[in-house]
């Protein structure tokens, strides 16, 4: 079939011949730092906050004991952030986690990491998020009533179908709705922060009496706390799968970051002080959906409303988590571990269409036929895995390579003090889950003799380059 580019002396042939006569086709700089203030914030700030902080409380024992494992997560989840806008601003190409694990230690370890993405972490975690939002945008029709399982279905695949469609429509949409649906999940913070701190002001602390008995605090169950609050923080990596995107990334990377988990912290560590205002410990721990259930007891009729804030900042993960991952699917095919037709841009609207569109069919085969929640538990520790790998190759680089330009360095100490946390945790899941990690690390390693099938010894699929005539796609211009 014929080779269509723009400018790289091949000559374009057949229909697309005009549209891309003396055009550039690339991805622009249209990431400002609001922008990446809202792609982080926005892949955050998910469900989580909303149902589920009594994991941590349930696990570390005691009201006081939880806020502080809110407070320490969110600064340990800061000190990987820095190390990662060490290495956005070093190593100044999209793809983050896969690249620079690339970098630092070669295309073999890469390319598992991307296998594992590809066929199992990502579709999970995103029909996963996407369940949630599924759920919470019938709520309000359905109450009190339950919702029919397959009407959740349909309206999670709804859901998907709108976040790829959007992501391949346009980089600047894209964009600008994430912006929006940042606004209105921190207003939805908002809406139990004011309230839950106007109770606390007016005296209503009884609550917060006996917050730090140590009687029901175990110190096995602390470090499962951490775990689940380390998930909660997960995200503030999205930013660097488009650093070749973003405008300025030597200043507005680390910018971004620091902002946006400041921002973070501050939102979770006062929506559970707000929580604890309004509920007993008790209540927390026996309810389903803890923001619906604070709204039931403080806002009255009002509490309808907090279903559907769940649900649009359930649909910002998805679309700041996609726009992200594309971005990391485009690199991994200009560095030869896909086929070539995902580092491809569609040739009017500018988007890397095939990348964007390369995790629809899994993640809708899962939600239908898959046991989402149990691939997840097989992958939670490889996320923590991979994650101290990159950092682990952040102080590699350090000595392998000295004189690389680092426009933003960050101490010693913080990458060292985040890579024994992540080891640490990949241990704790060794220990506490050994059938599941034990299967997910076996999933993982199914990337090694791909690597060999694929890759070393180039035995692709040569159908899939057909789909260049079909999305009107081309190679970008370097």
């Given at each position: 079939?014929?080779?269509?580019?723009?400018?790289?002396?091949?000559?374009?042939?057949?229909?697309?011949?005009?549209?891309?006569?003396?055009?550039?086709?690339?991805?622009?700089?249209?990431?400002?730092?609001?922008?990446?203030?809202?792609?982080?914030?926005?892949?955050?700030?998910?469900?989580?906050?909303?149902?589920?902080?009594?994991?941590?409380?349930?696990?570390?024992?005691?009201?006081?004991?939880?806020?502080?494992?809110?407070?320490?997560?969110?600064?340990?989840?800061?000190?990987?952030?820095?190390?990662?806008?060490?290495?956005?601003?070093?190593?100044?190409?999209?793809?983050?986690?896969?690249?620079?694990?690339?970098?630092?230690?070669?295309?073999?370890?890469?390319?598992?990491?991307?296998?594992?993405?590809?066929?199992?972490?990502?579709?999970?975690?995103?029909?996963?998020?996407?369940?949630?939002?599924?759920?919470?945008?019938?709520?309000?029709?359905?109450?009190?009533?339950?919702?029919?399982?397959?009407?959740?279905?349909?309206?999670?695949?709804?859901?998907?179908?709108?976040?790829?469609?959007?992501?391949?429509?346009?980089?600047?949409?894209?964009?600008?709705?994430?912006?929006?649906?940042?606004?209105?999940?921190?207003?939805?913070?908002?809406?139990?922060?004011?309230?839950?701190?106007?109770?606390?002001?007016?005296?209503?602390?009884?609550?917060?009496?006996?917050?730090?008995?140590?009687?029901?605090?175990?110190?096995?169950?602390?470090?499962?706390?951490?775990?689940?609050?380390?998930?909660?923080?997960?995200?503030?990596?999205?930013?660097?799968?488009?650093?070749?995107?973003?405008?300025?990334?030597?200043?507005?990377?680390?910018?971004?970051?620091?902002i946006s988990m400041a921002i973070v912290t501050s939102c979770y560590v006062l929506a559970n002080v707000s929580y604890y205002t309004v509920m007993t410990a008790e209540e927390l721990l026996s309810s389903e959906a803890v923001a619906v259930t604070f709204a039931e007891k403080l806002l009255g009729n009002f509490s309808r409303v907090v279903p559907l804030f769940v649900a649009m900042s359930c649909f910002g993960s998805m679309n700041g988590s996609l726009f992200?991952?594309?971005?990391?699917?485009?690199?991994?095919?200009?560095?030869g571990h896909l086929p070539e037709v995902f580092s491809m841009i569609h040739i009017r609207r500018h988007t890397p269409l095939a990348a964007v569109l390369i995790l629809y069919p899994m993640t809708i085969l899962l939600l239908f036929v898959g046991d989402i929640y149990s691939l997840l538990n097989f992958m939670s520790f490889l996320r923590w895995l991979f994650i101290g790998v990159v950092v682990l190759g952040l102080i590699y680089l350090r000595f392998k390579?000295?004189?690389?330009?680092?426009?933003?360095?960050?101490?010693?100490?913080?990458?060292?003090?985040?890579?024994?946390?992540?080891?640490?945790?990949?241990?704790?899941?060794?220990?506490?889950?050994?059938?599941?990690?034990?299967?997910?690390?076996?999933?993982?390693?199914?990337?090694?003799?791909?690597?060999?099938?694929?890759?070393?010894?180039?035995?692709?699929?040569?159908?899939?380059?057909?789909?260049?005539?079909?999305?009107?796609?081309?190679?970008?211009?370097?």
């Amino acid at each position: 079939f014929p080779s269509f580019t723009t400018s790289t002396g091949m000559d374009p042939s057949g229909k697309l011949q005009d549209e891309l006569h003396g055009s550039k086709v690339e991805l622009g700089k249209k990431v400002t730092l609001l922008r990446g203030i809202s792609i982080i914030i926005g892949t955050i700030i998910g469900a989580g906050i909303f149902i589920s902080p009594k994991g941590i409380l349930r696990s570390s024992g005691s009201v006081g004991m939880s806020l502080i494992v809110w407070i320490a997560c969110g600064v340990l989840s800061l000190l990987g952030a820095l190390s990662y806008a060490e290495l956005g601003t070093s190593i100044t190409k999209s793809g983050g986690h896969y690249t620079y694990i690339m970098e630092a230690f070669g295309p073999k370890m890469a390319f598992i990491r991307l296998w594992s993405d590809l066929i199992a972490i990502r579709p999970a975690a995103m029909a996963v998020i996407s369940l949630a939002f599924g759920q919470y945008i019938l709520e309000p029709l359905f109450m009190p009533c339950g919702i029919p399982p397959m009407a959740v279905k349909l309206a999670t695949a709804t859901g998907i179908t709108s976040v790829m469609y959007l992501n391949s429509m346009s980089v600047t949409w894209t964009a600008r709705i994430q912006n929006i649906l940042t606004l209105s999940k921190l207003l939805a913070i908002a809406i139990i922060i004011v309230p839950g701190m106007y109770q606390l002001f007016k005296g209503e602390t009884q609550n917060f009496e006996d917050a730090f008995d140590l009687s029901k605090v175990q110190l096995s169950g602390i470090p499962l706390a951490f775990y689940s609050g380390m998930y909660a923080y997960a995200g503030w990596f999205y930013l660097n799968f488009v650093t070749e995107e973003v405008e300025h990334p030597e200043r507005t990377m680390p910018l971004a970051i620091c902002i946006s988990m400041a921002i973070v912290t501050s939102c979770y560590v006062l929506a559970n002080v707000s929580y604890y205002t309004v509920m007993t410990a008790e209540e927390l721990l026996s309810s389903e959906a803890v923001a619906v259930t604070f709204a039931e007891k403080l806002l009255g009729n009002f509490s309808r409303v907090v279903p559907l804030f769940v649900a649009m900042s359930c649909f910002g993960s998805m679309n700041g988590s996609l726009f992200a991952l594309s971005r990391m699917f485009f690199v991994a095919s200009r560095e030869g571990h896909l086929p070539e037709v995902f580092s491809m841009i569609h040739i009017r609207r500018h988007t890397p269409l095939a990348a964007v569109l390369i995790l629809y069919p899994m993640t809708i085969l899962l939600l239908f036929v898959g046991d989402i929640y149990s691939l997840l538990n097989f992958m939670s520790f490889l996320r923590w895995l991979f994650i101290g790998v990159v950092v682990l190759g952040l102080i590699y680089l350090r000595f392998k390579k000295p004189d690389l330009p680092r426009p933003f360095k960050v101490p010693l100490f913080i990458p060292v003090i985040f890579c024994l946390t992540c080891f640490f945790m990949v241990f704790l899941s060794l220990y506490s889950d050994p059938v599941n990690t034990g299967i997910g690390f076996a999933i993982c390693l199914t990337g090694l003799p791909a690597y060999y099938i694929f890759i070393y010894f180039s035995h692709r699929p040569k159908w899939l380059q057909n789909l260049q005539i079909v999305l009107e796609v081309v190679p970008a211009d370097q």
